[in-house]
T-cell receptor, first 113, second 112 residues
Framework: DAGITQSPRHKVTETGTPVTLRCHQTENHRYMYWYRQDPGHGLRLIHYSYGVKDTDKGEVSDGYSVSRSKTEDFLLTLESATSSQTSVYFC????????????FGPGTRLTVL | QQQVKQSPQSLIVQKGGISIINCAYENTAFDYFPWYQQFPGKGPALLIAIRPDVSEKKEGRFTISFNKSAKQFSLHIMDSQPGDSATYFCAASGGSARQLTFGSGTQLTVLP
């Protein structure tokens, strides 16, 4: 998985609670991405980062925030989890100048009850 | 707005057959077209990618065919094997975007 770890790998939480997912890379790549994967929708971009403290929104960013204080870590936070955020979350990294050759982590399965 | 349309949604092929998955895009600024392979419980893995300066790229049993005028590209898996059974995603990126837009995926089953 290209030197990418995600934690936790599985989480069950209740509606209204905050949740933070962590992505950690050992490749020193510039770009990091958070996607969610749902049946019939493929992978949809939530947020991405093009450097420390530099982030931008993706297609489905509502209800999510991110932070990147170090090159190796990219955090995804659900401030108040909802059942619609039940999904599998993937982190990806890229060292390509355009950020398009991406390598994915193993994923985190999140269930919001 | 879905900018990359993928078909079919599912595909069943006999061992040794050819699997073909198609994608169509709308954004003419796209200039990078990868395919990803995903096994259950795993993250997507980059399989093969093409840029529009060539019409075909082959890596082993996997070939991408690209038709710029039709804004379509396809993945061909020759001599399909049961181990190829997985979900395949096409994607595209380009222009000022530093991100990939994914198709909705094709679940391939290769029967022994």
């Amino acid at each position: 998985d290209a030197g990418i770890t995600q934690s936790p790998r599985h989480k069950v939480t209740e509606t209204g609670t905050p949740v933070t997912l962590r992505c950690h890379q050992t490749e020193n790549h510039r770009y990091m991405y958070w996607y969610r994967q749902d049946p019939g929708h493929g992978l949809r971009l939530i947020h991405y980062s093009y450097g420390v403290k530099d982030t931008d929104k993706g297609e489905v960013s509502d209800g999510y925030s991110v932070s990147r204080s170090k090159t190796e870590d990219f955090l995804l936070t659900l401030e108040s989890a909802t059942s619609s955020q039940t999904s599998v979350y993937f982190c990806a990294i890229s060292g390509h100048v355009q950020g398009n050759e991406q390598f994915f982590g193993p994923g985190t399965r999140l269930t919001v009850l | 707005q879905q900018q990359v349309k993928q078909s079919p949604q599912s595909l069943i092929v006999q061992k040794g057959g050819i699997s073909i998955i198609n994608c169509a895009y709308e954004n003419t600024a796209f200039d990078y077209f990868p395919w990803y392979q995903q096994f259950p419980g795993k993250g997507p893995a980059l399989l093969i990618a093409i840029r529009p300066d060539v019409s075909e790229k082959k890596e082993g049993r996997f070939t991408i065919s690209f038709n710029k005028s039709a804004k379509q590209f396809s993945l061909h898996i020759m001599d399909s094997q049961p181990g190829d059974s997985a979900t395949y995603f096409c994607a595209a990126s380009g222009g000022s975007a530093r991100q990939l837009t994914f198709g909705s995926g094709t679940q391939l089953t290769v029967l022994p």
